[in-house]
């Protein structure tokens, strides 16, 4: 059983050496989250407001937790780096080595929620998408806050506003609230 649930583990693990690609080459941030922070604060911020929401929590949590986990093998993408669609097809590839030695009716349960979060159609995926901008703009805001130039952080407000919309929803709204500087240099 050990041996099964392992190649899972380990690309758990690994999230937490893969930093943040945009904070690196965009900001030059000089310790930034990984993955793993990001997977984590987007896991407590989608709890809370999935529940306030009524959303199906368990699904998003687990969406949250895998939507980024391939990354543990191709690396953080920053846009440019590869073709969206090099960008699908090497995550598909790794999503499948990690997920291979699950027990059978796990492995069906975590593809098909990943895809879900792929295909970003359903409530719940569309929250989760949602959910990853919201989380980039609160880490922006926090850079923000120890110096880092509102300049270089002005992009990822911006893409986060883009991407969340404004449906007068709590997301939104929380979004609204931070005040970035983006004259600081």
Known sequence: MVD??????????????VRRAGWVSKV????????????FSMCAIAMLLSDRLGLDTGRVMKMVILHDLAESI???????????NQK????????????????????ADYEKIWFE???NRTNA??????????EMALQANQYA???YAGKLLAPFFE??????????DVVSEILKSLKPNPAKK
Do not use: C
């Not at 893409?159 to 007068?168: L, W």
């Open 28 to 39: 030059k941030v000089k310790d930034p989250e990984s993955v793993a922070d990001h997977t």
């Open 145 to 147: 806050k120890q110096g």
């Open 88 to 107: 699908i097809a090497k995550e598909k590839k790794a999503m499948k080595s990690i997920l291979s030695d699950l027990p059978k009716t796990i492995r």
């Open 74 to 84: 191709v690396g953080d993408y920053i846009p440019g780096d590869v073709s969206a």
């Open 125 to 134: 995926a569309k929250f989760v998408h949602r959910i990853d901008r919201l």
């Open 4 to 17: 099964e649930l392992s190649p899972f583990f380990h690309s758990v693990l690994q999230l937490k050496s």
């Open 159 to 168: 893409s986060a506003r883009t991407a969340i919309g404004d449906e007068g």
């Open 117 to 119: 979060y792929l295909q």
